[in-house]
């Protein structure tokens, strides 16, 4: 089975998976978790775009997701703009603050991109949290953020709203599927595997990161936006590194550089999350002990491990052999006809 077809058919089972929950259940905290598995979701995705796509670490992806959030918040509380401008405005924050990220992080790369993307998301948060409480609240942050207002729907009701980030994530899966098809993906994927090469073959690998940057901000920004929709609440905690944390561990459990490997991974998470929390206070160490495991013995995350093995298997399959007929002049076995 081709990479194609295995995220034609994973699709299939998501979205068979996505429309079945509303119908399973009506029950809250359950279509709230799912909520969040889908709006973590379209950040791990877009993160990936960075992370596994260009094959670079950046964990200052916190606060693309935390600056979409605040310019939603502001947007629609503080100058009464409808919900979809907002969200619009939460896409242009997240790119912009991308683009801001990438002068001074691409200048430099490895080990070294990643400690600048982490001093810039320290800041934002402190920015927030401290010098411009009259913008974002402090700590006390901004409550009561709305939601849609579309045809007379109430999408305060759980399984309205449910619908509506469905629509947004089945949105944005299908262009990060487009976008990794389309030239400009394959480009950014061959920076990833040799820098050298792509220079010299003619692509302005500067501007491909860049580009690549900003598009990971903007879809971080959305997933921001929708994130405060959900929680009605906004505080500088979401601009932390340890979110950032979050998303590459969420990542790397899925299999960073596919499609639905950071679904996945969020699957995996947020499900680890609320069951170990539920049973000890200490969840966070355990749920760090099976990432380190799964690192180990997973490299490739649980989903690019499971692609793997398909592989293998296909090719260790036996191909079909074609019959052939016998020949009037081939010997006949003894005992069957043929002279003794």
């Not at 942050?141 to 947004?168: H, K, M, Q, S």
């Not at 990971?216 to 929708?226: H, K, N, R």
């Not at 561990?249 to 499609?259: K, N, P, Y």
């Not at 380190?292 to 490739?300: G, K, M, N, R, V």
């Amino acid at each position: 089975m081709t990479t194609f077809r295995q995220d034609a058919a994973i699709a299939v089972g998501v979205a068979a998976a996505v429309l079945a929950v509303p119908f399973l259940t009506q029950n809250d905290f359950l279509l709230n978790l799912t909520i969040l598995i889908m709006v973590w979701s379209i950040f791990a995705v877009g993160f990936d775009l960075v992370f596994g796509l260009l094959g670079m670490v950046s964990f200052g992806h916190a606060a693309f997701l935390g600056t979409g959030g605040y310019a939603l918040a502001l947007a629609t509380q503080r100058y009464g703009l409808p919900f979809e401008a907002g969200l619009a405005f939460a896409i242009l924050a997240g790119a912009a603050c991308a683009w801001l990220f990438s002068v001074f992080a691409l200048r430099v790369s490895g080990i070294f991109f990643a400690l600048v993307t982490l001093a810039l998301s320290q800041l934002m948060y402190i920015l927030a949290d401290s010098k411009l409480r009259e913008w974002t609240g402090g700590a006390d942050g901004l409550p009561g953020i709305g939601r849609p207002e579309l045809a007379g729907i109430d999408f305060f009701d759980t399984v309205n709203f449910y619908w509506y980030v469905a629509a947004v994530f089945a949105l944005v899966m299908a262009f990060m599927a487009m976008l990794r098809a389309s030239p400009f993906g394959r480009a950014v994927a061959g920076v990833r595997q040799n820098e050298i090469r792509a220079s010299q073959l003619g692509y302005n690998v500067q501007r491909l990161k860049q580009v690549t940057f900003l598009v990971s901000g903007a879809v971080g920004g959305l997933a921001g936006g929708l994130l405060a929709a959900v929680l009605m609440y906004m505080n500088p905690q979401m601009l932390h590194w340890t979110t950032s944390g979050d998303v590459i561990i969420m990542t790397l459990l899925g299999g960073a550089g596919t499609l639905w490997g950071p679904v996945a991974g969020v699957l995996l998470f947020e499900v680890l999350k609320e069951w170990l929390s539920g049973w000890t206070p200490y969840w966070y160490g355990i749920l760090g002990l099976i990432f380190i495991l799964a690192t180990l013995y997973f490299p490739q995350g649980v989903l690019g491990a499971l692609q793997a093995r398909l592989r293998l298997a296909r090719r260790a399959a036996p191909t079909p052999q074609p019959a052939t007929k016998a020949t009037s002049d081939a010997p006949l076995v003894p005992g069957e006809g043929s002279p003794s």
